[in-house]
C-alpha cells in the first residue's frame, strides 16, 4: 500500500451522513419490499442477491475517509439500527436483533477501525486488500454464529461438529462472494468519486469546503 504523506480528509455535511445513512435502509428494507411486491426472496430458492451490500464498503471508507471518527460509525450504525428496527416490525425478532445480527455489527465495527487504520494509504490496494479482510473477518464471525445457535433450524442442520462448521462455512461461500463483490463495488464508487472531487476541486476554497490537510 502506498502511503500518502499528506492525506486529505471528507467533512461529512449532514445531509450526505442522512444520505448514506438513508441508503442503508433501502437496501436494507429492500428484500421485504420485493418479496411485498411477490419476488421470492427465499435464500435457498430465490433469485434475490443477498449479502450484496453496501454497508462494509462504508465503513472501510468512513474510516479511512472521514474527519471525525465518530461520523462513520453514526452513518453506519444508524444505518443498521433503524432498518433494524424496520425489520423487526415488517417480521419479527427472528429476523432482527439475533445472536447473528451481533456478529454482523461487531464485524462493521472492525471494518469501520480496519479503514481507520488504512487511514494514511491511498491507492486501490487499500479497498481491495481492506475490503478482503474485512469481508473475510464478517465472513467468518457472522457463519461461526449460524452454526452456533442455529444448527437446528431448517434449512441448516449443521450439527455442533468441526464436520458442521465446515459445512456451514462450505455453505456460506457464494454469500461471501457476493459480500466481497458489493464491497468492492461501492468502495470503487466512493473511492472513486471522493478521488474525482479532490481532482477537480478548482479552487483552494472549493476544495477546503470538502477537506482538510492534516500536518
Not at 462493521?108 to 487511514?119: D, E, P, Q, T, V
Not at 463483490?181 to 483552494?204: E, H, M, P, V
Request: proline share 6%; aromatic share 16%.
Amino acid at each position: 500500500m502506498t502511503t500518502n504523506s499528506n492525506p486529505t480528509f471528507l467533512r461529512l455535511p449532514i445531509w450526505m451522513a442522512i444520505a448514506f445513512a438513508g441508503y442503508i435502509v433501502f437496501v436494507r428494507l429492500l428484500p421485504y419490499l420485493a418479496e411485498a411486491l411477490g419476488m421470492q426472496i427465499d435464500p435457498e430458492f430465490g433469485a434475490y442477491p443477498w449479502n450484496f451490500s453496501p454497508v462494509m464498503a462504508l465503513c472501510l471508507f468512513g474510516g479511512s475517509r472521514f474527519l471525525r471518527a465518530g461520523s462513520g460509525w453514526l452513518v453506519a450504525f444508524g444505518g443498521m439500527l433503524v432498518s433494524d428496527l424496520a425489520i423487526l416490525a415488517i417480521k419479527g425478532p427472528a429476523f432482527a436483533f439475533s445472536w447473528i445480527s451481533a456478529g454482523v455489527y461487531l464485524s462493521f465495527g472492525i471494518g469501520l477501525l480496519l479503514g481507520r487504520r488504512l487511514r494514511h494509504q491511498s491507492g486501490p490496494a487499500v479497498l481491495l486488500g481492506g475490503g478482503l479482510l474485512a469481508e473475510v473477518i464478517f465472513f467468518v464471525v457472522t457463519n461461526f454464529l449460524v452454526w452456533l445457535f442455529f444448527h437446528s433450524q431448517p434449512p441448516m442442520h449443521y450439527p455442533l461438529t468441526a464436520g458442521g462448521l465446515g459445512m456451514c462455512y462450505v455453505n456460506a461461500i457464494p454469500y461471501f462472494g457476493r459480500s466481497l463483490a458489493s464491497t468492492l463495488i461501492y468502495g470503487s464508487l466512493l473511492y472513486g468519486s471522493w478521488a474525482w472531487i479532490r481532482r477537480t476541486a478548482t479552487s483552494r476554497d472549493s476544495l477546503n469546503a470538502w477537506v482538510v490537510r492534516e500536518a
